[in-house]
């Protein structure tokens, strides 16, 4: 095989662990790997090709590092629905106390606390963030 043969197999490999990865950041050194394989059929030595792979690869690398899509969102998990399956359920709380109290949710007791600004009287609320054992509860 070829030396641009063994450039687009490594390629190819690492497309295939990028697809179980889910980033783009293997798919970016892919890219370097298959400049790597344009170097070798342009007729440059080993050296040249190794070069260009690594070049073209951190290049690219870091030009997806400054996209959005490289920026990873500041979500806190606590209020994020795609991480905490409570989020966005209602609980009926039947008695306030100073702003908490306590329901049954899920087959087990919580303590709830009354976000700002919603007003602490008997009925249902929707969870809107979960602070360990403590739901915060609004309309």
């Not at 370097?32 to 190794?50: D, K, R, Y």
């Not at 990873?72 to 994020?80: G, L, N």
């Not at 008997?122 to 739901?135: D, K, M, N, Y």
Request: aromatic residues 8%; neutral net charge.
């Amino acid at each position: 095989m070829a030396n641009w043969g063994f450039w687009l197999l490594a390629a190819a490999v690492v497309v295939a662990c990028e697809l179980l990865s889910g980033t783009f950041y293997l798919l970016m050194i892919a890219i370097g790997l298959a400049s790597g394989a344009l170097a070798a059929l342009a007729g440059a030595e080993t050296p040249i090709q190794v070069l260009v792979a690594a070049v073209v690869g951190v290049i690219a690398t870091l030009l997806l590092r400054r996209s959005r899509f490289g920026r990873s969102a500041k979500v806190d998990a606590a209020a994020d629905p795609n991480v905490n399956m409570d989020i966005g359920q209602t609980v009926h709380v039947t008695a306030w106390q100073d702003h908490t109290a306590r329901v049954m949710y899920r087959g087990a007791l919580w303590d709830v606390e009354l976000e700002a600004g919603a007003e602490a009287a008997p009925g249902v609320f929707r969870i809107h963030e979960v602070r360990g054992s403590r739901l915060i509860v609004g309309v």
